[in-house]
T-cell receptor, first 112, second 116 residues
Framework: KNQVEQSPQSLIILEGKNCTLQCNYTVSPFSNLRWYKQDTGRGPVSLTIMTFSENTKSNGRYTATLDADTKQSSLHITASQLSDSASYICVAFSGGYNKLIFGAGTRLAVHP | GAVVSQHPSWVICKSGTSVKIECRSL??????MFWYRQFPKQSLMLMAT?????????EQGVEKDKFLINHASLTLSTLTVTSAHPEDSSFYICSAFRGPGIAEAFFGQGTRLTVV
């Protein structure tokens, strides 16, 4: 069964601190993995998209990693800001079925 | 990046009425669009896949006669919630696929539907 699991479910950190979100996926056939940021009441916005051949990709203070062997991905946020408070969703794309498989998301709260 | 516009952003309707939500890809052609539903603090749940010029494919448990999907052009898909009930109140989000190559999914802003 295709599925994406994220941890932790929720996280609270202080402004300026770093954090890492985890994503494990079981998707076949696997094409690529994406991280999205979703603010409350808004649609998801893409942060990174990674194919199985890419190990690391950065987008500003966001750095995503992908280990295709262990089927794990992480999203590292550096020097967090209050505006980083949102849900972060890991999504695997199964090209064979043209489907996006969503994780449940990690709700991040950055406190001053 | 590419823009997907969803309209309206919020709507309140009476029970028994129908509501139409539009999803437009503004700067690219999308042969495939997806409609999702999201309850508070939960993940997006795929409702249906909309392919331009053909019938939508609905996920198991989604009533196709209640959630009418039309994808009449490469830039527009619509979701009509027919005979809405309070339990249909939710956040509805569309996404449009841009390909070929590494297919990229762009999401609309979402529509908050409240049925009273």
């Amino acid at each position: 069964k295709n599925q994406v699991e994220q941890s932790p479910q929720s996280l609270i950190i202080l402004e300026g601190k770093n954090c890492t979100l985890q994503c494990n996926y079981t998707v076949s056939p696997f094409s690529n993995l994406r991280w999205y940021k979703q603010d409350t009441g808004r649609g998801p916005v893409s942060l990174t998209i990674m194919t199985f051949s890419e190990n690391t990709k950065s987008n500003g203070r966001y750095t995503a990693t992908l280990d295709a062997d262990t089927k794990q991905s992480s999203l590292h946020i550096t020097a967090s800001q209050l505006s980083d408070s949102a849900s972060y969703i890991c999504v695997a794309f199964s090209g064979g079925y043209n489907k996006l498989i969503f994780g449940a998301g990690t709700r991040l709260a950055v406190h001053p | 990046g590419a823009v997907v516009s969803q309209h309206p952003s919020w709507v309140i309707c009476k029970s028994g009425t129908s509501v139409k939500i539009e999803c437009r890809s503004l700067d690219f052609q999308a042969t495939t669009m997806f409609w999702y539903r999201q309850f508070p603090k939960q993940s997006l749940m795929l409702m249906a896949t909309s392919n331009e010029g053909s019938k939508a494919t609905y996920e198991q448990g989604v009533e196709k006669d209640k959630f009418l999907i039309n994808h009449a052009s490469l830039t527009l898909s619509t979701l009509t919630v027919t005979s809405a009930h309070p339990e249909d109140s939710s956040f509805y989000i569309c996404s449009a696929f841009r390909g070929p190559g590494i297919a990229e999914a762009f999401f609309g802003q979402g529509t908050r539907l409240t049925v009273v």
